[in-house]
């Protein structure tokens, strides 16, 4: 395990990418409502008839909470203020963001499992490629203790069927799904390249970040997009070799929260 890594968790065992039902929350939640508060709200809401109150609260306080309710829930906020003007697959990019923020495992098995194979020209990624992975993590003291066989397998399918949820992967029950088409959308770019200047990380070193892997994208390719918000008028973009400046318009995210949802 890499210095400061986060073990590898059964966390998805809650909930995949839950895009549905995680738009609905975000209609539910508002500002300084606790993942409890939530859950009652939902519960009183009628808007789940088909999920227990156990379940519903296992979403709430293991899929919801880690992923859009953590440092100040910021991340909540600026979706529900999104999603009146986000498309769906749009606001799925956004889930699938902090969806590998909150779970090293999926981010990882993007970044190390599904973008090699579509770079490769493979068309189908399987439940048993994502089991190599897992078990070489475990190999690799990824988790902070060896996962029996039926876990493997389990957090195998989860591993594909989050993919599945979020736009990357075929749906359906299924244990070997084709590779779909899958491209970052401009207002996902500008969202995140904002979250991560806002969050500290230094011009030079937003290209290289790992959240831009996830949608496949190397140094240069992320200079592209970059540069492509720079002709929309959200920033300003000057490259020198490997140095890059960038002149930011927004003075905060709710600034860029407007602009996108005005856009």
């Known amino acids: 395990m890499k210095p400061g890594a986060r073990p590898y968790t059964t966390q998805l065992q809650a909930g995949l990418g ?46 919801f909470a880690p992923r859009y309710l953590v440092a100040g829930a910021k991340q909540a906020a600026h979706l529900k203020k999104l999603s009146a003007t986000l498309s769906t697959a749009e606001l799925a990019q956004l889930m699938l963001i902090f969806t590998s923020r909150a779970n090293p495992i999926l981010g990882d098995f993007i970044r190390q499992v599904y973008w090699p194979r579509y770079a490769g020209g493979y068309r189908e990624i399987t439940n048993d490629d994502a089991r190599v992975f897992v078990e070489r993590a475990i190999d ?12 493997v397998r389990r957090v195998s399918a989860y591993l594909t ?26 207002p996902v770019t500008a969202y995140l390249v904002h979250d991560l200047h806002f969050s500290g990380v230094p011009d030079n070193a937003l290209l290289t970040h790992e959240d831009w892997q996830l949608f496949g994208l190397a140094r240069e390719d992320v200079l592209g997009e970059l540069k492509r ?24 995210m709710e600034a860029l929260r407007d602009v996108l949802s005005k856009s």
């Open 18 to 63: 839950l895009v549905n039902e995680t738009k609905t929350l975000l209609e539910l939640w508002s500002p300084g409502m606790t993942a409890t508060q939530l859950h009652q709200a939902a519960l009183d809401s009628g808007r789940f008839p088909t999920i227990t109150a156990r379940r519903l609260r296992n979403i709430v306080t293991e899929c």
């Open 140 to 151: 690799d003291s990824q988790t902070s203790k060896r996962w029996s066989e039926t876990t």
């Open 161 to 186: 069927g989050c993919c599945a949820d979020y736009g990357m992967l075929e749906r359906g029950l299924r244990s070997r799904r084709a590779i779909l088409p899958f491209r970052i959308t401009t």
């Open 229 to 252: 918000l720079s002709l929309k008028g959200l920033m300003i973009v000057q490259a020198a070799g490997d140095v890059i400046r960038i002149g930011w318009k927004q003075q905060d």
